[in-house]
């Protein structure tokens, strides 16, 4: 119905938000999907999906149905400083020091869109309740961290030893990236490194950046680290 509405001048868009997930329908929907979306002339697909590698084997894998069906775009994280002025204004209708709040969130979310906004969701309620803690984005996080306690628990069970090994060496790095070659001789050997971090990318927990590769929940990264001190 929409291939016929459509037209060259105005070609419908059809967003399909964790496609990734169509790796989970059911043997073959990928074929099944590819072979209806490849007959549609006068329509624009823009799939969406938020665990990047597999997203990557989706559309890199030769294999798979969707090989080079279109381009790949990754999406970077906000710049802080347009997170900065947005928080800034909108924290400052309940807080005299909404530059500092902003700040301490995104030197925490480190501008992800989701953990950003969760935080500051979490901060907002804490300011609403007139909140007198001085450590007012620690207790936020605290929060959080106790609100998924269970859900990161299970999490962490599904790892073998490498991978626990892996994760808790860049949970408790001071900068976010680690790269495989430069950091093999703490963690282990480079294949072993790289094995780890692949597996760790499949579940979504860390994703690879231009410098390397990095935790993307920073609150999971705040749990490990309790969890090691404790």
């Known amino acids: 119905m929409l291939d016929k ?36 002339q006068m329509l624009n697909y823009v799939l969406l999906g938020s665990q990047e590698s597999l997203m990557r084997e989706i559309f890199e894998d030769k294999k798979s149905p969707f090989y080079h069906f279109g381009i790949l775009f990754p999406l970077e994280k906000i710049e802080k400083k347009h997170f900065q002025k947005y928080l800034s204004d909108k924290f400052a209708n309940v807080s005299d020091d909404a530059e500092i709040i902003a700040g301490d969130i995104l030197e925490i979310t480190e501008g992800h869109p989701y953990y950003t906004q969760q935080l500051a969701y979490n901060m907002w309620n804490l300011l609403d309740d007139n909140s007198t803690n001085q450590n007012i984005v620690n207790k936020a996080v605290e929060e959080i961290i106790h609100l998924h306690d269970h859900d990161y628990e299970r999490l962490w069970t599904t790892f073998n030893q490498t991978d626990k090994q892996t994760i808790t060496f860049m949970a408790l790095r001071d900068d976010a990236e680690i790269s495989p070659l430069s950091h093999q001789a703490d963690i282990g050997p480079a294949s072993t490194v790289y094995s780890s971090l692949k597996r760790l990318m499949v579940t979504g927990c860390v994703i690879k950046t231009n410098n390397g590769y990095e935790l993307d929940d920073p609150f999971f990264k705040r749990w490990i680290v309790l969890r090691r001190n404790q």
């Open 5 to 40: 509405i459509g037209n060259a001048k105005n070609r419908p868009v059809v967003v399909l938000d964790e496609f990734q997930d169509i790796l989970k329908l059911g043997p073959g929907m990928d074929k099944k999907l590819r072979a209806i979306m490849q007959q549609h």
